[in-house]
């Protein structure tokens, strides 16, 4: 069956089938490899993207779900590599092997959008399902308070909670 998606702000016409997950439309159908199979069950959220703004799995959402719903993926963040996560993801250098980078930094961008400054507990919420088998815990929380105090347009303000 044929299905419209916007994804990263650009239309796609794609033809698979219905349950199809959006993970593997992307991946295999669209060739947009940012986006990162773990696990398949939707624990690990390598594969997370943004669904309307809200960080998903996209193995376990299948195509004919999405519907009209705008899609963001890893490659949609920044054409360029400014955006604020991913800018303070390189200072603070979180990634060791990388793999689940991409779903971190897309729920740390959808956290960041719902909560621009957001505490330490709302941080290990919003980020208590992605997975890290490198253990970059602790530096992933570094670098979305650096992100916050970023802001919008990407310059860092002098608070000091970020480089702590």
Request: net charge positive; glycine share 10%; proline share 4%.
């Amino acid at each position: 069956m044929a299905y419209t998606l916007t994804v990263n702000g650009k239309k796609s016409t794609v033809d698979v089938p219905a349950d199809m997950p959006l993970l593997w439309v992307l991946r295999d159908v669209l060739k947009m490899h940012g986006t990162k199979f773990g696990c398949g069950i939707g624990q690990c959220r390598a594969c997370t993207v943004h669904v309307d703004g809200k960080a998903q799995p996209s193995c376990q959402l299948q195509i004919s779900a999405v519907g009209n719903k705008a899609i963001t993926t890893i490659e949609g963040l920044s054409a360029d590599g400014t955006h604020p996560v991913q800018r303070a993801w390189e200072q603070v250098d979180v990634p060791q092997c990388g793999y689940c980078q991409a779903g971190q930094m897309m729920a740390a961008s959808a956290l960041l959008a719902a909560k621009p400054k957001p505490t330490d507990a709302d941080i290990d919420q919003a980020m208590s399902y992605n997975l890290c088998r490198c253990g970059t815990y602790i530096r992933i929380r570094q670098a979305i308070h650096l992100a916050a105090s970023m802001g919008r347009n990407g310059a860092a303000h002098t608070t000091g909670s970020a480089a702590q």
